[in-house]
């Protein structure tokens, strides 16, 4: 948002009949009122329960009721369906155990073809998913070739020469929309001695993520109300990147770690899963910076931000929304396993993403995105976004404070499985505590240094080579990068297919979709962790992949550049997906120039890229770079590279490529510069008496200067199949504002109080999205209908059918469920042997006696009355025996929403 974001304004959760959590896609929300409810059927099970609620036409709720809480990790529980249906929000009910969503389908949703997954796990299966497909990997696991890595003299976690001072503080706290109970103001401060001969001092702030709260020090237990209440203390999670800290100092560094468990608390009230408040929080402290900074000696004009789990996309937005105006000035961000649930990422800001190999929590590496978002979101952004992926490691071990033996609250390790498997705990490439946090200080502090103080040495940690340092040991840790100065050249867009050579080559959409022949993952049955490709429910905007396999070495293929690439100074990288179904690749790459000469080049440190992963819960689809030094081509010309080929040298093996470029051995300066970013508001409106379609529009606001056109992506989910669900809208040089139509049937029949349409944006060209998620709350307007509840014929004989008749004086849209229940009526009441024996069964079961009264059984009948109808009735057949019993009672206690109804039928013997 912007200057405007200062002022302290957030995204204000619904206050409507769900609370929304978390919102990549959108949803509708409909609340019910006068006399009418919508129908609920229930499916309940031993791993909790499911409901499906119409909201009318073609828009369900679908809820699953966990049997208990949830837990308070970084990744969200979300419904998923098959390919084809449109699944809304998912959201959490204030009892931490039920996530709804609403889903648009022709016909109602089964339960059997829904899923709850969190981290992975299937919640509504018995077992554990994760620990299955584990059960399947090589027991011992292998660590990764890697020839040609070369060990840095310069390692940035080596301790500098200055004495550590450490101190907290505690400010007022901030009371934040959406949240009732306000947000706590700590902060862990570690910084160089007040004496120490520094020089100006950068700050560097770290944001903990997502994790328990509260604990209690005599139990082994966590959790609790919030705020805690005695015996419970808050877990102090702001004291687990000391060890950091620590070493940051000592060379220099001025640091602070704050401390959000208020946001931790209640963030499942808001719709983005608390990244904005975050970020304020983030902001409220850099403004306590100011006052500080002067007796302090730092320069807030070079601040690095650090954010962990749903601490990194915190931070992300509140690089996002810092204008270039404050009194502080981000240069650069590091992200530690972090979820982005916005699928945004900071422009201009340079950003290292660390992706752990083991990450229990966060297991789909979500974090990519922050890099792959901002290859094709505007030209001229020179900020580095790099990807680290960190094998052995897993999601809490970063924070000492999340780390058993380390930690003063009870912690855990969030990966799964044996603890010989992949991954496991006794595993040998598993990282020990002491061995991740290594990699933690040696790549935070290297980012800080490149940052802060332009260090290029450390660079090699970042851009794709095949580089190490003394302090991690055996750790291996890939990476891959875009920006940073890098010419690209993108599959499909401006590199279409060459004509392969024996191999086989196309172009992909990198989408998980295994029955869509034009998907990167078409034909995989399992596609283990694809982070560059998004699930197909989300509804995100593919990129194209060049894809590749091959079944003897000298096979080729490729793509033909249309823009001419100049690698006479740089190194060629491309970004390369290596199918470890496949296993381990060896390849050459073949550059052709313009006169169609032609040079093969075997890449650094031979060719080989390893599958990563060695079964179905470990593997990963992410892409590492094939890093070539053409330097020592001869007959070709450099300046005018063409054509881009890879060649074989395995006997098999698959790849996709995400992009290929130039790799320069330094970064390019990042301009001073933001692009503008969008936020979606809200509206509220009378449906009106239409008839038909009518259409609303839902207002933006634009903050920053668009110079260039933009455009951005828009899905709704929730209204009328056949509707327009998702579209672009583009923006035009000097737009401040704008609004989002949204479409919704008007008429003059009763409907549900409120249907809330919620809008979610994703960012596509020359600008970013900051508060992406707005709704429009159609109010409806039209009279409730009388209901009459009376019975057809107020006596029948035995054998007929007992039939009770609802009417609505007036057609509603909304479904009606109607449910009756026997109940005592005058005296005599018929007995249960005085029914259907066939309705008995169904109803009641076997094992009953006939000669009780019917409603000692409590029974049920039950039907719905169509939106669009006016008439439904319940039968309950009646039984027709030899014996003369006079007349007898029975009474149905009818339920439609808020109304209540008893009404008799006596059978005459």
């Known amino acids: 948002m912007g200057a405007r974001r200062r002022t302290g304004a957030v995204l204000v959760a619904f206050a409507a009949a769900l609370t929304t959590i978390l919102a990549p896609t959108a949803s509708t929300v409909a609340a019910t009122g006068g006399a009418a409810a919508p129908d609920r059927a229930t499916v309940a099970g031993d791993r909790g329960s499911w409901q499906v609620q119409s909201l009318g036409g073609d828009r369900y709720q679908v809820a699953w009721r966990s049997p208990g809480r949830f837990p308070l990790s970084s990744d969200r529980p979300t419904i998923v369906g098959p390919a084809g249906m449109l699944l809304g929000a998912p959201t959490i009910a204030a009892d931490g155990r039920t996530v709804q969503a609403v889903v648009t389908s022709a016909t109602r949703p089964d339960p059997a073809d829904l899923d709850v997954l969190l981290s992975g796990d299937r919640l509504d299966d018995p077992g554990d998913d994760r620990a299955r497909v584990t059960s399947r990997s090589t027991p011992t696991g292998k660590a990764l070739d890697l020839p040609g890595t070369v060990t840095l003299a310069d390692d940035p976690a080596s301790p500098g020469p200055y004495a550590v001072a450490t101190s907290d503080y505690q400010l007022d706290p901030v009371k934040l929309a959406g949240m009732p109970e306000p947000i706590e103001m700590v902060g ?133 929304q810092i204008p270039l105006t ?29 992706l752990p190999f083991c990450d229990g929590d966060v297991s789909d590496l979500q974090g990519q995105r922050f890099t792959d978002v901002s290859r094709d979101l505007t030209t001229g952004d020179t900020s580095l976004k790099s990807s680290v992926l960190v094998m052995g490691a897993n999601h809490n071990y970063f924070n000492t ?117 034009s998907s990167c993952t078409y034909g995989i049955d399992w596609a283990g962790v ?92 992410w892409a590492q770079t094939l890093m070539v030094d053409p330097s020592g081509a001869t007959g070709v010309d450099l300046t005018r590279i063409t054509q881009v080929d890879l060649v074989s040298a395995s006997d098999g093996g698959r790849v996709w490529v995400a992009d290929l470029g130039t790799a320069p051995a330094a970064l390019a300066d990042v301009p001073e510069q933001r692009l503008p970013t969008i936020d979606v508001g809200r509206v509220r409106i009378p449906e009106g008496d239409g008839p038909g379609t009518a259409t609303a529009h839902l207002p933006f606001t634009v903050s920053g200067a668009v110079t260039r056109p933009a455009r951005f992506s828009v899905v709704t989910v929730g209204q009328q199949v056949g509707d327009i669900q998702r579209f672009t809208i583009d923006l035009a040089p000097g737009q401040t504002s704008g609004s989002i139509p949204i479409s919704y049937q008007a008429d ?31 109010l409806d307007d039209d009279p409730t209908p009388r209901i009459t509840v009376r019975p057809v014929e107020r006596t029948v004989a035995e054998g007929d059918r007992a039939e009770w008749q609802v ?35 169904s109803h009641l079961g076997e094992d009953l006696d006939l000669t009780k009264p019917l409603w000692s059984y409590h029974p049920y009948v039950f039907d719905e009355l169509k939106a669009g109808r006016t008439q439904v009735a319940l039968r309950i057949p009646t039984r027709k025996d030899a014996v003369a019993e006079g007349r007898e009672a029975l009474t149905l206690k009818l339920k439609l929403g808020r109304s209540r109804f008893e009404r008799t039928v006596f059978v005459r013997g």
């Open 748 to 778: 003059r029949r009763d409907d549900f109080a409120k249907l809330i349409t919620q809008v979610s944006t994703w960012a596509v060209r020359n600008m970013m999205t900051d508060a992406y998620v707005g709704d429009l709350t159609v």
């Open 326 to 354: 404050a009194p502080y000035r981000i240069v650069g961000q590091v992200l530690i396993a972090p979820t982005n649930f916005g699928t945004q990422t900071a422009p201009f800001v340079p950003t290292v993403t660390l």
């Open 807 to 841: 009417t609505l004086s007036r057609p509603v849209d909304y479904d009606l469920f109607v449910t009756g229940r026997v109940v005592r009526g005058p005296a005599p009441n018929a007995a249960a042997g005085d029914v259907s024996r066939t309705w008995l069964r």
């Open 188 to 320: 862990h401060v570690v910084e160089p001695a007040a004496d120490a001969p520094t020089g100006p001092r950068p700050l560097v702030l770290f944001l903990h993520g997502r994790h328990s709260v509260c604990y209690d020090p005599g139990d082994s237990g966590d959790e609790g109300s919030w705020p805690c209440q005695p015996p419970m203390k808050e877990i102090p999670s702001q004291l687990g990147y000391d060890y950091i800290q620590r070493v940051l100092a000592s060379q220099g560094y001025a640091t602070v770690s704050i401390r959000v468990n208020g946001i931790n608390a209640q963030d499942y009230r808001l719709p983005d899963g608390g990244a904005d408040a975050r970020a304020q929080i983030v902001e409220r402290h850099l403004d306590h910076w100011v006052g500080l900074a002067a007796d302090h000696q730092v320069d807030l004009s070079r601040v690095v931000l650090v954010g962990h789990s749903r601490g990194g996309e915190g931070v992300d937005r509140a690089s996002i």
């Open 401 to 517: 404070e999340w780390t058993p033996g380390l930690a003063q609250a009870p912690a855990w390790d969030d990966w799964y499985g044996a603890k010989r498997d992949e991954c496991g705990t006794k595993n040998p490439d598993r990282l020990t505590p002491a061995e991740q946090q290594s990699v933690g200080t040696a790549y935070v502090a290297g980012a800080v240094h490149l940052f802060a103080d332009d260090d290029q040495a450390v660079l090699p940690l970042f851009d794709g080579s095949r580089a190490t340092v003394p302090s991690i040991g055996d750790a291996q840790v890939l990476s891959e990068a875009v920006g940073g100065g890098r010419d690209v050249r993108t599959p499909g867009g401006t590199a279409p297919l060459d004509l392969a050579d024996g191999a086989s080559t196309r172009m992909c959409q990198g989408v998980n979709d295994s029955t869509k022949r």
């Open 530 to 621: 694809h982070p560059h490709w998004p699930e197909q429910y989300e509804r995100l905007v593919p990129r194209e992949f060049f894809e590749m396999s091959w079944t003897a070495a000298g096979q080729s293929g490729g793509m033909v550049l249309d823009d001419p690439l100049d690698l006479s100074t740089s190194r060629l990288a491309l970004r390369t997906i290596v199918d470890p179904e496949a296993g381990d690749v060896d390849l050459r790459a073949r550059v052709t120039d313009a006169d169609g000469d032609a040079a093969v080049l075997t890449p650094v440190g031979g060719g080989t890229l390893p599958g990563l992963g060695q079964g179905l819960g470990t593997e990963k689809l």
